[in-house]
């Protein structure tokens, strides 16, 4: 059993930024694959960004070049910084784990709010 507990989401203004930050529980985080998933009112959820334990990671084309996906293996953690939001961004933000990551997952946070206004 894994827990994901996701922090960092807020309200920000276009064209601003958020880190968002996803501690997970587990003695072998360095082995798992870590990705970001968001769902935005009235829409599925969707695949944000995905990073394997080699170090490669992978972007949605709605986020690439503004989002960036990292972990931190000493505190069991992996960050999504997020830059140039928009308010297309809005969502709540989830943190997954899984062998099937980006197509799906074993384990998910509870969500956190990001809401980006005009």
């Known amino acids: 059993q894994v827990q ?4 960092g989401g807020g ?3 276009a064209g601003g930024s958020l880190r968002l ?7 072998t985080f360095s082995r798992y ?6 769902q935005a009112p009235g829409k599925e959820r969707e695949f944000v960004a995905v990073r394997w334990s080699g170090g490669i990671s992978y972007y949605a084309d709605s986020v690439k070049g ?3 996906i990292s972990r931190d293996n000493s505190k ?8 140039s939001l928009n308010p297309e961004d809005t969502a709540v933000y989830y943190c997954a784990t899984g062998d099937g990551l980006p197509r799906y997952a074993n384990y ?3 969500g ?7």
């Open 4 to 7: 994901l507990v996701e922090s």
């Open 11 to 13: 309200l920000v203004q």
């Open 21 to 27: 930050s996803c501690a997970a529980s587990g003695r």
């Open 33 to 38: 694959t870590m990705g970001w998933f968001r």
């Open 66 to 68: 503004r989002f960036t």
């Open 76 to 83: 069991n953690t992996v960050y999504l910084q997020m830059n």
């Open 108 to 110: 998910w946070g509870q």
């Open 112 to 118: 956190t709010q990001v809401t980006v206004s005009s």
